[in-house]
């Protein structure tokens, strides 16, 4: 497996990283974007399907947002990464 995923510590970052340079290659020239969740939220069939031990960070979003409870979100805009500045 080690020779497989090189340098990278785990096949989640080597299949993340083979994903982006899909992206980037056949995407050119078209408006697309790479999202990074920076939580992994409930699963889809894990434990039992739908599994979400917790509300708290974007567990408890999603649970509002499937039930209709929340339909709209503030968000703060993108900031610059050399200035910290929001766009």
């Known amino acids: 497996m080690q020779q497989l995923i090189g340098k990278r ?3 989640y970052t080597f299949t ?3 994903a982006e340079e899909i992206v980037r290659q ?4 078209l408006p697309v974007a790479i ?11 894990g434990t039992i399907p739908g599994w979400q031990d917790n509300l ?6 999603y649970i509002a947002a499937a039930h209709g409870m ?3 979100m503030k968000v703060l805009p993108l ?5 910290g ?3």
């Open 9 to 11: 510590p785990n096949t």
């Open 16 to 18: 993340k990283s083979l």
């Open 70 to 72: 929340l339909r709209v």
């Open 35 to 45: 999202m990074r969740p920076s939580i992994i939220g409930a699963s889809y069939a």
């Open 56 to 61: 708290n960070g974007p567990g408890g979003m």
């Open 79 to 83: 900031a610059d990464k050399g200035t």
């Open 85 to 87: 500045r929001a766009n």
């Open 26 to 29: 056949d995407g050119q020239g």
